[in-house]
């Protein structure tokens, strides 16, 4: 998800390799491989540490080239964009029928329809008719009309999915055949796991991969204990920017002179909010409508939906999660920022036991 900001603090952007130094193994040198390509409608970044020799940066550049195809597949799967897409031929199947999903899609619709059902309905991989009318309505600079609104929320619920996971079947069936899956709130992280995951099983688990608001971190560079990330609400920060916390308020710079911004709740493992942290082996993601916004008449329109109500939300908030996976953390952050801090009991549940960490904030004005 995107609208809040996520930096790795790992020097200059753009490095294609940089040498570090001892790694712990009898002294070995170890060096850092950067790359980045256009995916998913966004930006994805791998970085990795490898040592520092000819042969292992051959096998660290194979392995990247291994996690681009993988994310590439993904996409393919689970583009609600591409027109020859798994998600969006699903739609077009049988009604009433347990319809198989390949390898990439099952996993991923499964876990949104769990999280579909933990947050009733706030997440919802049903929802790409309101995607494409509000897509519209942005260009436009209007809401849509009572009518195309009435017509899109007709054709979209989570409940006209049906899993069927019995018996080793990876199927789900369709309640109704004028359905439009969008996966956009959740894909970007379950492709950064996937990533990570093949990385690491080729050797290189010293690795993270961003995609726009989303991290996912392997284990941490050499001689360090964790990889320093710099967290901002609502404003863009680089690698080498800091944002400090303000004092006794969780308060911090923001976009713009002078503007800033505070937390106004927590939920699961969540304490006291730092923009400056070292995380590894866990997931961050951001989501917020900084950019991706219009206003009508008085009233402000987020990209972000409420599929409860079909509309975008009408005030300004972002919310960060730091959770277990990339998966989990991307499909929490699109949830949590249309539930706001006032959970569904199964959701708080689940954010205490999974040990997730969650902020809400919003923008205060100079």
């Given at each position: ?19 570090h ?59 609600d964009?591409?027109?020859d ?29 769990r999280m579909?059902e ?7 991989p049903?929802?790409?008719?309101l ?7 942005r ?9 195309r ?14 899993w ?7 199927a ?10 969008d ?34 971190l ?7 204990d964790g ?6 609400p609502?404003?863009?920060?680089g ?14 710079p ?18 006291r909010f ?36 079909g509309?975008?939300l ?9 959770a ?7 499909a929490?952050?699109?949830a ?11 959701m708080a ?18």
């Open positions: 998800m995107t609208g809040a900001a996520l930096s790795i603090g790992i020097g200059t952007a753009g490095a294609d390799e940089a040498a130094g001892a790694d712990g193994k009898g002294g070995q040198r170890s060096a850092l491989l950067q790359q980045q390509r256009p995916l998913m409608g966004t930006r994805f970044t791998i970085q990795l540490h490898h040592a520092d020799s000819a042969d292992d940066r051959a096998r660290a550049v194979r392995a990247m080239d291994l996690a681009w195809d993988l994310a590439e597949r993904i996409e393919q799967a689970a583009s964009y591409r027109a897409s798994e998600l969006t031929l699903l739609t077009s199947r049988p009604v009433g029928q347990p319809l198989e999903l390949g390898e990439h899609l099952a996993p991923l619709l499964q876990q949104a329809l579909a933990l947050s009733d309905g706030a997440f919802d049903t929802v790409g008719h995607s494409l009318l509000w897509r519209r309505a260009r436009q600079g209007a809401p849509p009309t009572a009518d609104l009435t017509h899109a929320m007709e054709r979209t619920g989570w409940r006209h999915l049906t069927v996971g019995e018996a080793g079947r990876t789900v069936v369709l309640g109704r055949d004028d359905l439009r899956l996966l956009g709130g959740i894909g970007k992280g379950y492709a950064a796991d996937a990533m990570l995951e093949l990385l690491a099983g080729h050797g290189f688990d010293r690795a993270a991969v961003a995609a726009a608001g989303d991290l996912r392997g284990r941490p560079p050499p001689g360090e990889w320093p990330v710099k967290l901002a609502f404003g863009r920060v690698p080498e920017a800091v944002a400090a916390s303000g004092e006794g308020d969780d308060a911090g923001g976009p713009g002179p002078g503007r800033g911004f505070r937390v106004v709740a927590t939920a699961g493992a969540a304490d730092e923009p400056d942290v070292r995380l590894a082996g866990k997931a961050v993601s951001t989501s917020g409508d900084r950019q991706q916004f219009f206003e009508h008449e008085g009233r402000r329109y987020s990209h972000i939906i409420d599929p409860r109500t509309l975008g009408g005030h300004e908030q972002a919310v960060i999660v730091i277990p996976t990339a998966t989990e953390a991307d929490l952050a699109t949590l920022n249309v539930t706001g801090p006032d959970l569904p009991p199964a549940d689940h954010l205490d036991r999974r040990g997730c960490q969650v902020w809400w904030f919003e923008p205060v004005e100079p």
